[in-house]
């Protein structure tokens, strides 16, 4: 079965400091992950997506199939990078057009 | 315009009220989504429709009815609500492309209270 893992609920890191999100999938496919992000009364939006290979805000993300991986990662933390993330899957094909999203995990910068 | 819209912001009715979510997007998807996100937990897919037609229902209970009048809108009618249905309730649309380039960008939602 397809599914999102985020071992993490809650990661706490001082400013400057690294930052690692962890997320692992289970799909038998190619797959297409996604991170999104929630900042405190925003909306979910699009932080990246592997097939782009860019870096957002100083995130970047490497897809790792062997270890089935999608880990976010930051060198140094920010406060405004406090937030929700949220790894997604993207299943699609034939009548299937979904995301799967981990549960979560909630980063915390202090100062 | 770039933003899914969705109105109203806030909405509380009684389990024996009928009333109606709107989104809209002017981004010219053609899918379009319904999520429930509940406190402290990832969205949940609820109903997905592509080029105006629906083609998913996840299991979703006959008291929540969508509707896409048209490319731009969609609509979540709500009759007979449990309190259980209270959440925040989002949209999202995609163009609805192959596989890797298709992504889904999220209106504010609606924070549902149902008495």
């Known amino acids: 079965a397809q599914r999102v893992t985020q071992p993490e609920k809650l990661l706490s890191v001082f400013k400057g400091a690294p930052v690692e999100l962890k997320c692992n999938y289970s799909y038998s496919g190619s797959p297409e992950l996604f991170w999104y992000v929630q900042y405190s009364r925003q909306r979910l939006q699009l932080l990246l997506r592997?097939?782009s290979r860019e870096s957002i805000k100083g995130f970047t993300a490497d897809l790792n199939k062997g270890e089935t991986s999608f880990h976010l990662k930051k060198p140094f933390a920010q406060e405004e990078d406090s937030a929700m993330y949220y790894c997604?899957?993207?299943?699609?094909?034939?009548?299937?057009?979904?995301?799967?999203f981990g549960t979560g995990t909630l980063l915390a910068v202090q100062p | 315009d770039t933003e899914v819209t969705q109105t109203p912001k806030h909405l509380v009715m009684g389990m024996t009220n009928k009333k109606s979510l709107k989104c809209e997007q002017h981004?010219?998807?053609?899918?379009m989504y319904w999520y429930k996100q509940k406190a402290k937990k990832p969205p949940e897919l609820m109903f997905v429709y592509s080029y105006e037609k629906l083609s998913i229902n996840e299991s979703v209970p006959s008291r929540f009815s969508p509707e896409c009048p048209n490319s731009s809108l969609l609509n979540l009618h709500l009759h007979a609500l449990q309190p259980e249905d209270s959440a925040l309730y989002l949209c999202?649309?995609?163009?609805?492309?192959?596989?890797?380039?298709?992504?889904?960008?999220f209106g504010p939602g609606t924070r549902l209270t149902v008495l």
């Open positions: 592997h097939i």
């Open positions: 997604a899957l993207h299943l699609y094909g034939g009548a299937t057009n979904k995301l799967i």
């Open positions: 999202a649309s995609s163009q609805e492309r192959e596989a890797n380039t298709d992504t889904q960008y």
């Open positions: 981004m010219g998807h053609r899918a």
